[in-house]
């Protein structure tokens, strides 16, 4: 008798802690390909690509090394479809007395997990998900008896526990944060580096024309598939960016170009998600980087605070508040998603590129997401949910865990300012300044009103308004509110009738 180790799709690390205390010569590790998995959102076509050729990768270095892998492939015609029913064939096909699985990143599949125990009158033994800096009880501690959570002071424990970029009890450089030196626009003529191609293997091949011929229904195109599906790629990946990207990665963090979705971003979020690179390894490596002199502070510090800070906080917030959290709706946003999310046809040549970018590569980047389709949908008042479905499905990176958070909290301030002091919305303004997308745009990024009017500046001050009940009293936005009180009445409601009548006028 032996353990059956269960390791999900996100879990491709060989030092996860299902696999700890492993005894070849007993257990069996079981990976399965599940239509469950595949269909619970319609998945970008990239996104089941990377994830299915990632598990098969995994498996077969499991294997090499003399480990018994019980691998249910998507068309094995035996495949039940979910999780639960795989596990329970794998107990008929092996002489097992307990079940090893490390916690799962999504609420929804810890829950089916923790009836496998009942069902299968079976121990089931859920372990920790070490790969993280702070494990779920650690970040329950720190937000135990706060009232508001800031990411902030959060990281800046997590730096004093990591010591990365830290001098005895100091931050390096006296600052913990430097955030105000990431926010330039790129300069004309700026070259940003270009990006290695991982030529698909046999493996990705097939795996390529499984999706092609099983999800061709589903949003995005395979084209341009280009994510590591090993270790050994996203190692590789690492050390470009690290040479390439990291030392401007903090400068142009914020800023925007079309025709350029990657600026200097890591694109390392799928590998560090699947599991194919530790954010320790990444931090520490991004540190070295500093330390040699190859990169400035600003750069590795932001770059730092993103994994350190921002991806631990808003895992823990994720499952501090779930099942609750995702159902939430302070602003009462209630519309339909438009249809241009999944066509990307829009008169709006912001939004065009972004969903033309995530389209094509599964990708766009931070400022993409947030000030972009993020701000949008916040000020057109989207039902949370619904947005939150889009996101989930259309980035390589997407996992509940971290996706909620950033949709739900960051981008639509639908938990009411659990996450953020106050909401991410923005006019015309902030997009013309940091991109060189209003140039080409039929609207006109100048105009408050009219019909040529940049939809962002009228939503943006209709959103205000709309929503003056829940947001008025917050005093960052006192300023936006003050300049409100000096309209008069027939402005407002102009403002207001020009915003609804745009967004009654997008096909849902
Ligand atoms: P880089 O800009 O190079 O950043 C480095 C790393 O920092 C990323 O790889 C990522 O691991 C981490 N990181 C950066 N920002 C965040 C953040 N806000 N939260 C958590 N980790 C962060 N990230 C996901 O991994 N999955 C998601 O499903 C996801 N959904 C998002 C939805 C919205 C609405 C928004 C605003 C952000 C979302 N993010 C998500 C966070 C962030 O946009 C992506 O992590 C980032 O764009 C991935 O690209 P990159 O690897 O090039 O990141
Ligand atoms: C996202 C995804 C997809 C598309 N397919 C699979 C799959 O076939 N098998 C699997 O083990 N995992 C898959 N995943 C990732 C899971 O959804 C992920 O492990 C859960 O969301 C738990 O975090
Ligand atoms: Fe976007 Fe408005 Fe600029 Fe057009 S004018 S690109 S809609 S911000």
């Given amino acids: 008798m032996g353990a059956l180790r269960v390791i999900l799709g996100d879990q491709l690390s060989r030092d996860i802690a299902a696999l700890d205390g492993l005894d070849a010569a007993r257990d069996a590790v079981l990976m399965m390909e599940v239509a469950e998995?595949?269909?619970?959102?319609?998945?970008?076509?990239?996104?089941?690509?990377?994830?299915?050729?990632?598990?098969?990768?995994?498996?077969?270095?499991?294997?090499?090394?003399?480990?018994?892998?019980?691998?249910?492939?998507?068309?094995?015609?035996?495949?039940?479809?979910?999780?639960?029913?795989?596990?329970?064939?794998?107990?008929?096909?092996?002489?097992?007395?307990?079940?090893?699985?490390?916690?799962?990143?999504?609420?929804?599949?810890?829950?089916?997990?923790?009836?496998?125990?009942?069902?299968?009158?079976?121990?089931?033994?859920?372990?920790?998900?070490?790969?993280?800096?702070?494990?779920?009880?650690?970040?329950?501690?720190?937000?135990?008896?706060?009232?508001?959570?800031?990411?902030?002071?959060?990281?800046?424990?997590?730096?004093?526990?990591?010591?990365?970029?830290?001098?005895?009890?100091?931050?390096?450089?006296?600052?913990?944060?430097?955030?105000a030196q990431n926010r330039r626009r790129l300069p004309r003529g700026h070259i940003v580096p270009s990006r290695r191609r991982f030529s698909p293997d046999a493996i990705t091949a097939e795996v390529l024309a499984l999706v092609e011929r099983r999800f061709a229904g589903h949003f995005g195109s395979l084209a341009d598939f280009n994510w590591p599906v090993t270790r050994d790629q996203a190692q590789q990946a690492l050390e470009d960016f690290i040479t390439d990207a990291l030392p401007l990665f903090g400068d142009y963090q914020d800023?925007?170009?079309?025709?350029?979705?990657?600026?200097?971003?890591?694109?390392?979020?799928?590998?560090?998600?699947?599991?194919?690179?530790?954010?320790?390894?990444?931090?520490?490596?991004?540190?070295?980087?500093?330390?040699?002199?190859?990169?400035?502070?600003?750069?590795?510090?932001g770059f730092i605070r993103q994994i350190l800070?921002?991806?631990?906080?808003?895992?823990?917030?994720?499952?501090?508040?779930?099942p609750d959290y995702a159902a939430f709706n302070m602003l009462e946003a209630q519309r339909p998603l438009p249809a241009f999310y999944w066509s990307g046809e829009t008169p709006m040549a912001c939004l065009r590129h972004a969903i033309a970018d995530t389209?094509?590569?599964?990708?766009?980047?931070?400022?993409?997401?947030?000030?972009?389709?993020?701000?949008f949908a916040l000020l057109a008042g989207i039902r949370p949910q619904a947005v939150c479905d889009w996101y989930l499905a259309v980035y390589a990176d997407a996992f509940e865990w971290v996706e909620l958070p950033n949709t739900l909290g960051m981008a639509l301030f639908a938990d009411g300012g659990l996450l953020a002091s106050k909401p991410y919305a923005a006019?015309?303004?902030?997009?013309?300044?940091?991109?060189?997308?209003?140039?080409?745009?039929?609207?006109?990024?100048?105009?408050?009103?009219?019909?040529?009017?940049?939809?962002?500046?009228?939503?943006?001050?209709?959103?205000?308004?709309?929503?003056?009940?829940?947001?008025?009293?917050?005093?960052?936005?006192?300023?936006?509110?003050?300049?409100?009180?000096?309209?008069?009445?027939?402005?407002?409601?102009?403002?207001?009738?020009?915003?609804?009548?745009?967004?009654?006028g997008l096909e849902a």
């Fill in 359 to 375: 389209h094509r590569h599964a990708y766009s980047h931070h400022i993409q997401r947030l000030m972009l389709t993020g701000n």
């Fill in 37 to 179: 998995e595949t269909a619970y959102v319609p998945h970008h076509k990239q996104k089941i690509a990377l994830i299915l050729s990632a598990m098969r990768h995994f498996a077969d270095d499991l294997r090499a090394e003399g480990i018994r892998v019980d691998y249910v492939a998507l068309d094995d015609p035996a495949n039940t479809g979910s999780f639960t029913a795989e596990v329970r064939r794998a107990l008929q096909r092996h002489r097992i007395d307990r079940i090893v699985v490390t916690e799962p990143g999504e609420w929804r599949v810890l829950a089916a997990l923790r009836d496998w125990a009942a069902l299968f009158d079976c121990p089931v033994e859920i372990r920790d998900d070490t790969r993280f800096f702070a494990s779920r009880a650690r970040f329950v501690r720190w937000a135990a008896g706060r009232k508001s959570f800031r990411m902030e002071y959060f990281y800046r424990e997590m730096r004093r526990e990591s010591g990365l970029l830290m001098q005895g009890d100091a931050p390096v450089g006296g600052q913990w944060n430097f955030d």
């Fill in 309 to 322: 800070g921002w991806r631990e906080y808003v895992r823990g917030l994720y499952w501090l508040r779930m």
């Fill in 427 to 504: 006019s015309g303004a902030y997009i013309d300044r940091m991109s060189d997308f209003c140039g080409s745009c039929a609207y006109d990024v100048k105009q408050k009103s009219g019909p040529r009017a940049c939809p962002f500046n009228r939503l943006y001050w209709a959103f205000l308004i709309r929503n003056r009940r829940h947001l008025a009293g917050n005093p960052r936005l006192a300023m936006p509110y003050r300049q409100i009180a000096a309209m008069d009445a027939t402005r407002q409601s102009t403002l207001l009738r020009e915003a609804e009548d745009f967004l009654d």
């Fill in 255 to 301: 800023a925007m170009r079309g025709g350029e979705p990657f600026m200097h971003h890591s694109l390392l979020a799928p590998s560090l998600n699947i599991g194919l690179l530790t954010p320790r390894e990444v931090c520490a490596r991004a540190e070295a980087a500093f330390r040699a002199g190859h990169a400035p502070l600003n750069a590795v510090e």
